[in-house]
């Protein structure tokens, strides 16, 4: 008897100590910890290489290349930081807080640029000022022997070119900043005697500091990433001397050895974003949402200011887009042959698989956010959003190398050549750990409007677990799982480095098929798979504006 209750003891407490282990270990703290460690696995993969340095290799790039590189990479970041910080900052006042005719209109029209990827740009800005181009051509014939080429494929040409594509992203959160300083702190200005240009050097741009900066943060992790554009524009930096190693010189230890400086400099970025965001206090003073509380520019000041913000968006969006339609319609009358389905396909297939893996990781972290405030989950966050600091160059290096260990080892045991590397699956884990922070960020905030109430109220119904998942939480996190969605497929869909290097044989997409056609000068082909990636683009634009304007006139 005495046996038996010692028997059931111990079975009692198996029984209870399983649930607790569970609760400790369970399975959504571990899916977390999986997708951060397809993060970790190519950052490792980097910097471990130098475990196996090419010698020969390396001492050629360090010697010949590599000073080169570094050089070009902070003149092209310091070029695109200046331009962008000065077009942002005076297009977001002059919409926020000035009054001239046109205005309504620049509101949103100046953000279409964002629609337009770097690289379309690049070859537009190459197909009309480029040496045969139409504008230097005019110039020759008006002006014979008396004007003298110009190189446009310099560093002020692919500055001015990855400016005009990236400056939305300062100009959208100066905007808000400007929006929301109210204009009390204007009047404490004026009333001890700041003139108005005065008091936005003073008062209004000092305010505005944290958010200028986060915008500029992520204007620099994009121009560090780059690759379209620098390599179309022939201008050598760390991402086009990535590609080179790993396809010219077939080393994919160089390649990761010259990915770990990019790293380290995306890190270091990383950190001092997340340095000046801890230090932001924001205190709302109040809304200039009424139309007498703008400054009204009169006179020659408000059409001054009208084309300024025209010139901006017809240089950035209307000329390049319009030259793009304008070869479409070339190529398709002359070549009526040309079809670019598979590329089409391939590119929708692509963006919609691996938009619904961002959408279903971004949940597992939201949610697993919401259940467990510990360390062990905001680590593995944390980690898990690392992928958008990151070069497309970089995470194709390690996620290759890394995954390539992998596969062999299950590639031998099922007796087969190869598994994961050269197939869709090492493309879509890829696209997953480089735009994930995409989709978390609009989950993670759309269920911060989930009140513990409601989850109170389900468990008062026996709405318990995974049964709350699916019946309470998905449906009131549509919004921003629809959110997470729209922009993971249209950042696939331009996305052209990982696309490049570790695409499958045949799975040549639009973004593919630009660099092919580019790199053979034919920029007229290139046009009719670049207006489909900008009305791609323009999708999540057109729904970011009419969202804000909803908040703010």
């Known amino acids: 008897m005495n046996a038996s209750c010692g028997d059931m003891a111990c079975r009692e407490r198996l029984t209870?100590?399983?649930?607790?282990?569970?609760?400790?270990?369970?399975?959504?703290?571990?899916?977390?910890?999986?997708?951060?460690?397809?993060?970790?696995?190519?950052?490792?993969?980097?910097?471990?290489?130098?475990?196996?340095p090419e010698t020969d290799i390396w001492k050629h790039i360090s010697e010949h290349l590599l000073a080169d590189l570094l050089r070009n990479t902070a003149v092209l970041t310091a070029g695109v930081l200046s331009l962008t910080a000065i077009m942002g900052v005076s297009l977001a006042w002059l919409t926020a807080v000035c009054e001239y005719p046109g205005r309504r209109l620049f509101v949103w029209a100046l953000l279409l640029p964002m629609a337009v990827p770097a690289y379309v740009?690049?070859?537009?800005?190459?197909?009309?000022?480029?040496?045969?181009?139409?504008?230097?051509?005019?110039?020759?014939?008006w002006l014979p022997g008396h004007f003298d080429p110009v190189d446009v494929r310099s560093a002020p040409g692919v500055i001015i070119v990855l400016s005009l594509g990236l400056y939305p992203y300062v100009y959208l959160l100066a905007r808000g900043a400007f929006l929301t300083q109210g204009r009390k702190a204007m009047e404490a200005a004026r009333s001890l005697g700041c003139k108005p240009i005065r008091a936005f050097f003073r008062v209004a741009l000092p305010m505005a500091r944290p958010w200028i900066a986060g915008g500029l943060m992520l204007v620099l992790m994009e121009t560090l990433a780059d690759f379209g554009a620098v390599s179309i524009f022939n201008y050598d930096t760390l991402t086009t001397a990535i590609?080179?190693?790993?396809?010219?010189?077939?080393?994919?230890?160089?390649?990761?050895?010259?990915?770990?400086?990019?790293?380290?400099?995306?890190l270091?970025?990383?950190?001092?974003?997340?340095?000046?965001?801890?230090?932001?206090?924001?205190?709302?003073?109040?809304?200039?949402?009424?139309?007498?509380?703008?400054?009204?520019?009169?006179?020659?000041?408000?059409?001054?200011?009208s084309l300024f913000c025209g010139l901006v968006f017809?240089?950035?969006?209307?000329?390049?887009?319009?030259?793009?339609?304008?070869?479409?319609?070339?190529?398709?009358?002359?070549?009526?042959?040309?079809?670019y389905t598979a590329e089409i396909v391939n590119?929708?297939?692509?963006?919609?698989g691996g938009a619904g893996i961002i959408c279903l990781a971004s949940l597992v972290l939201a949610y697993t956010d919401r259940r467990h405030k510990d360390s062990i989950t905001n680590a593995s966050i944390k980690i898990a959003t690392l992928g958008y600091a990151l070069p497309g160059t970089v995470l194709a290096v390690g996620l290759f190398v890394g995954f390539s260990y992998v596969d062999s080892a299950i590639a031998n045991g099922l007796g087969i050549e190869s598994v994961l590397q050269g197939s869709l699956a090492m493309l879509f884990i890829a696209y997953s750990v480089r735009f994930l922070a995409v989709g978390y960020h609009p989950a993670s905030s759309a269920m911060l409007r989930i009140t513990p109430s409601i989850d109170e109220a389900a468990r008062?119904?026996?709405?318990?677990?995974?049964?709350?998942?699916?019946?309470?939480?998905?449906?009131?996190?549509?919004g921003g799982l629809f959110t997470a969605i729209l922009?993971?497929?249209?950042?696939?869909?331009?996305?052209?480095?990982?696309?490049?290097?570790?695409?499958?044989?045949?799975?040549?997409?639009?973004?593919?098929?630009?660099?092919?056609?580019?790199?053979?000068?034919?920029w007229e082909r290139a046009a009719i798979p670049a207006v489909v990636l900008v009305l791609c683009g323009l999708i999540p634009v057109i729904l970011l504006v009419a969202k804000s304007e909803k908040r703010i006139v």
Request: aromatic share 12%; proline share 4%; hydrophobic share 55%.
């Open 16 to 52: 209870f100590r399983g649930p607790k282990l569970f609760r400790q270990f369970n399975g959504w703290k571990v899916a977390s910890a999986l997708i951060a460690t397809a993060v970790l696995i190519p950052l490792l993969v980097i910097f471990l290489s130098f475990l196996r």
């Open 121 to 141: 740009m690049a070859f537009v800005f190459l197909g009309v000022f480029d040496f045969a181009g139409p504008v230097q051509g005019a110039l020759k014939a």
């Open 243 to 266: 590609y080179k190693a790993w396809f010219g010189l077939f080393s994919l230890d160089a390649a990761a050895q010259l990915s770990s400086i990019l790293v380290i400099l995306a």
């Open 268 to 305: 270091a970025v990383m950190l001092i974003e997340q340095k000046m965001r801890s230090r932001m206090r924001y205190f709302q003073t109040g809304r200039l949402s009424m139309e007498e509380h703008r400054i009204p520019l009169k006179g020659w000041k408000g059409w001054a200011a």
């Open 314 to 339: 017809i240089v950035a969006f209307a000329l390049p887009f319009l030259r793009l339609v304008a070869w479409s319609l070339e190529v398709a009358q002359n070549q009526l042959d040309v079809s």
């Open 347 to 352: 590119s929708l297939i692509l963006a919609a």
């Open 460 to 478: 008062s119904l026996n709405v318990k677990g995974i049964k709350m998942l699916f019946r309470v939480h998905i449906p009131i996190l549509k």
């Open 487 to 522: 922009l993971g497929f249209v950042d696939i869909m331009k996305e052209m480095p990982i696309t490049l290097m570790t695409r499958p044989f045949g799975w040549d997409t639009l973004a593919v098929k630009i660099y092919e056609l580019t790199s053979e000068g034919e």
